[in-house]
């Protein structure tokens, strides 16, 4: 099956700076790659999203981008804040054949220092 | 407001004991997820279902047990045959026609005592 791995497992950033949060996954067949943030005691909530059709994604101080032939992706958050510390998570799934359920990483907890 | 709800936040359990974890969901998805949260370890699929009646086993299936009887409703229950069941456990739902955005609940979390 799917196995995603993710790095670093923790990153600390001071106010301002820009954090990279970098995957990769196994099965070439998987086409969707979201990035899902969780605060403290919540559920993770979905920040961005990219499909193999697509090398790169922004959305205001997030981008994706993606390289399917090496299968890695990685999420960029630039002019971090304090509110953006938090566990962040990469997925990938193989969409609309195959199983449809996400395969997730391990989790980045980033701390953006004031 | 639409969402999922999972109940009870917090649950104790003693060793041998079976529990049910709830998850109702009112976004009109027809697939639903449960996933199990370890520290360090991310998210990793215990059970699935993409339509009522019918549900499919994840990479950690050994020990739980769900039904999903009605398109909202996708309970989880812990067995005692679970050996480490302490953990913190998520509902999520999606369309099931297309892949796209999780919707996940608060969690629920257990602890063995």
């Known amino acids: 099956g799917e196995n995603v791995e993710q790095h670093p497992s923790t990153l600390s950033v001071q106010e301002g700076d820009s954090a990279v949060i970098k995957c990769t996954y196994s099965d070439s067949a998987s086409n969707y790659f979201p990035w899902y943030k969780q605060e403290l005691g919540k559920g993770p909530q979905l920040i961005i999203d990219?499909?193999?059709?697509?090398g790169e994604k922004k959305d205001q101080r997030i981008a994706v981008t993606l390289n399917k032939t090496a299968k890695h992706f990685s999420l960029h958050i630039t002019e971090t804040q304090p509110e953006d510390s938090a566990v962040y998570f990469c997925a990938a799934s193989m969409g609309d054949t195959g199983r449809r359920a996400l395969t997730f990483g391990s989790g980045t907890r980033l701390q953006v220092q004031p | 407001d639409g969402g999922i709800t999972q109940s009870p936040k917090y649950l104790f359990r003693k060793e041998g004991q079976n529990v049910t974890l709830s998850c109702e969901q009112n976004?009109?998805?027809?697939?639903m997820y449960w996933y199990r949260q370890d520290p360090g370890q991310g998210l990793r699929l215990i059970y699935y279902s993409q339509i009522v009646n019918d549900f499919q086993k994840g990479d950690i299936a050994e020990g739980y047990s769900v039904s999903r009887e009605k398109k909202e409703s996708f309970p989880l229950t812990v067995t005692s045959a679970q050996k480490n069941p302490t953990a913190f456990y998520l509902c999520?739902?999606?369309?099931?026609?297309?892949?796209?955005?999780?919707?996940f609940g608060e969690g629920s979390r257990l602890t063995v005592l």
């Open positions: 976004l009109n998805h027809d697939a």
């Open positions: 990219i499909r193999s059709n697509v």
């Open positions: 999520a739902s999606t369309r099931a026609s297309v892949t796209g955005e999780l919707f």
